[in-house]
């Protein structure tokens, strides 16, 4: 079965430091990506997603994220996090014709001021 | 634009007991999602609607959950009977038509815990 994989579970960085999670999913054919932030006591809400065009894609708030296809990669960066980006973070993929989202497991962020 | 709206956010039962859950999508989407999300875990989809037809319940459990879409705008999702393994939040998301491409809107979900 196709898989999405976040490799960090909890990351706990400085306001000012930089970011960068990192999401491999397994399947080879064509994909579309998405990443997915979770703030204490909201909704899952879009931050970014790819499907085509540049592989360079720039969210909300200052985030953006790199398709690699030869790496399965779409990691998600932003240069210097702030303490309301405290937050989880989801990777989820959908394949060609279908919608459903697979998702990984998320990775918890806490920004410390 | 009013977002997904799911009630109740909040449910205790005891295993054995049934329970209710409600979802109206955003207007206009024609397309509806029910998750299960276990603590620890990203959600995983349970059922899509594309109007009032179903499009995917290959990860439903029949023999206890089930949900409809009269309409084809809101939509119920039941357990019937509760296990304790159910214990989750279920999140109710919707699209404008399905496509792969899309993005999905996500309501609050309803946070079960079976006792």
């Known amino acids: 079965a196709q898989s999405v994989s976040q490799h960090n579970h909890h990351v706990i960085l400085s306001e000012a430091a930089s970011l960068e999670l990192g999401c491999n999913y397994s399947?080879?054919?064509?994909?579309?990506l998405f990443w997915y932030v979770q703030y204490p006591g909201q909704h899952l809400q879009l931050l970014l997603k790819?499907?085509?065009?540049?592989?360079l894609v720039k969210g909300i708030k200052g985030f953006e994220a790199e398709f690699i296809k030869s790496k399965f990669s779409f990691n998600l960066r932003k240069p210097s996090v702030q303490w309301s980006d405290t937050a989880e973070y989801f990777c989820?993929?959908?394949?060609?014709?279908?919608?459903?989202?697979?998702f990984g497991k998320g990775t918890m962020l806490l920004v410390s001021p | 634009e009013a977002g997904v709206a799911q009630s109740p956010r909040y449910k205790i039962i005891e295993k054995r007991q049934s329970v209710a859950f409600w979802c109206n999508p955003i207007?206009?989407?024609?397309?509806l999602y029910w998750y299960q999300q276990i603590l620890g875990q990203g959600p995983k989809l349970l059922i899509q609607?594309?109007?009032?037809?179903?499009?995917?319940d290959s990860q439903l459990p029949k023999d206890r959950f089930s949900a409809e879409r009269l309409k084809g705008v809101d939509s119920t999702l039941k357990i019937q009977p509760a296990k304790l393994e159910d214990s989750a939040v279920y999140l109710c998301?919707?699209?404008?038509?399905?496509?792969?491409?899309?993005?999905?809107?996500f309501g609050p979900g309803t946070r079960l815990t079976v006792l």
């Open positions: 998301a919707s699209s404008s038509a399905g496509l792969s491409t899309d993005t999905q809107y």
């Open positions: 399947y080879g054919g064509t994909v579309n």
């Open positions: 790819y499907f085509s065009g540049d592989p």
């Open positions: 989820a993929v959908t394949y060609s014709g279908y919608s459903t989202l697979t």
């Open positions: 207007s206009g989407h024609a397309t």
């Open positions: 609607f594309q109007n009032n037809g179903v499009v995917d």
